[in-house]
């Protein structure tokens, strides 16, 4: 069992938007500005998202959003496209002890 | 371009040993603190291991502590993993990743492609 929770699924059409949680505690994701979000195309590198739970790294488009409310962060897509199909993880810092816990996972279908 | 390579994976008995190797291109690699995650069959990331820029400053899960080990050589700009004692539960892709910010924990901004390891006899 990960340390974070997201859900294992998600679907939406082209051009819709959808949002996914990652759920964690007040040791991590309520306590730290530090969440991300990471894109894992099956065989890839995972590619980083969102940092510092709302930030867009350069070259991320801006249909790319992240939102954190107490112990639960979120990424929001919007315009979905077919390129977007993939799995997506948050990661949040934990301090000194245990530095990083990441999610589950959850594995976006576009329709 | 920057780029990690990992390196060293393969197919080792429980208890066996295995060093991953994770080389470095288009960045000043001695500045960043790297780490090393993992993702088992069907399962999410787990991060393993951590160490500073300098290699003074280690990090470990605690399901590694003493088993594992990671360091760092500037010089060739690569990050290892030493890992000893393995058990059939450290079978996973083992990705090394490159902190994003030169000043203390931010977020993971570079990735390998990873290596893949199975321990099972």
């Known amino acids: 069992q990960s340390a974070l929770t997201q859900p294992a699924s998600v679907s939406g059409s082209p051009g819709q938007s959808i949002t996914m949680s990652c759920t964690g505690t007040s040791s991590d994701v309520g306590s730290y500005n530090l969440v991300s979000w990471y894109q894992n195309h099956p065989g890839k590198a995972p590619k980083l998202m969102i940092y510092q739970g709302s930030k867009r790294p350069s070259g991320v488009s801006n249909r790319f959003s992240g939102s954190k409310s107490g112990n639960t962060a979120s990424l929001t897509i919007s315009g979905l496209q077919a390129e977007d199909e993939a799995d997506y993880f948050c990661c949040s810092f934990a301090g000194s002890g245990t530095r990083w816990v990441f999610g589950g996972g959850t594995k976006l279908t576009v329709l | 371009e920057v780029q990690l390579l990992e390196s060293g994976g393969g197919l080792v008995q429980p208890g066996g040993s295995l060093r991953l190797s994770c080389a470095a291109s288009?960045?000043?690699?001695?500045?960043?603190?790297m780490s090393w995650v993992r993702q088992a069959p069907g399962k999410g990331l787990e991060w393993v291991s951590a160490?500073?820029?300098?290699?003074?400053?280690?990090y470990y899960l605690d399901s590694v502590k003493g088993r594992f080990t990671i360091s760092r050589d500037n010089s060739k700009k690569t990050l290892y993993l030493q890992m000893n004692s393995l058990r059939a539960e450290d079978t996973a892709v083992y990705y090394c990743?490159?902190?994003?910010?030169?000043?203390?924990?931010?977020?993971?901004?570079?990735w390998g492609q990873g290596t893949v390891v199975t321990v099972s006899s």
């Open positions: 288009g960045f000043t690699f001695s500045s960043y603190a």
């Open positions: 160490i500073g820029s300098g290699g003074g400053t280690t």
């Open positions: 990743a490159k902190y994003s910010s030169s000043s203390g924990p931010d977020a993971f901004d570079i």
